[in-house]
């Protein structure tokens, strides 16, 4: 009878693990939504006039695609985009700057291959900013980190371990965790949730002045997570936050570009 209960057990166990890692794969599968171009010719055609500029790294199997913009004597503006957002779109606005810039598609975004995970992205990330910085003869001082929405975390957790000239956080949570909680009260989130993006335990370790840009009305992450995470940071941190601006339109309200730009140091 002992060994028919273990039995039981056993196989309840297994079903049980089964279904977290396929719920996983599903969660993952909410938490990322890559958009990939269904025409590679006219994506390229309607990013030519950065062309010269694009690069791909390849990293573990994956080629991930991007663009680098070296401007000599100017800091280096890196841009981690937010989920479903392939990062060229920000190359228009972000040609109004002087400063270098570095965006790169995560893996499965854009023209990126592979698959998303945080692990894969922040492993991405360093690996791509670091070479970056050797080829450039640049040091992590002359860097500005960008991070909107997801890339938010992303951006804290470089600056946690690199000693950047600024971090400058758009829309941006405490921990993905605790957005999911907030938004799914009554559901294990920490057990189905794979990737947790926890700033709010990197934010202490940032040594850089921090900014962070708030949308007030914010539908996606309300934007008490962005005071959440100003709290944690032992730097200082400019807050802002612009009244009535939902998660992707902040860009329109009154003020922004101004409180941006200020906040890269133009």
Known sequence: ???KGWKIWTTVLLIAGMVLACTHCSVRSLVYLPPQPKDKTAYLQKRAEWEPHRRTFHREGASLSGWLIEKKGQPLLVYYGGNAMDISMMLPYLDQFPHAKLLVN???YGLSTGSPTEQAIMGDSLAILDDVLKETGRTPDDVILVGQSLGSGVATQIASVRNVKKLVLLVPFDSLLETARDLFPYLPVKLILP???RSDLAAPKVSCPVSIL???SDEVIPPAHAKRLRDCFSTPVNYQEFPGAMHN????SPGFDRAFAKSIGY
Do not use: E
């Not at 339109?249 to 329109?252: D, Q």
């Open 214 to 216: 708030a949308a007030g």
């Open 195 to 197: 990737d947790h993006f």
């Open 1 to 3: 009878m002992k060994r």
């Open 106 to 108: 995560y893996r499965g």
């Open 249 to 252: 339109t902040i860009w329109h």
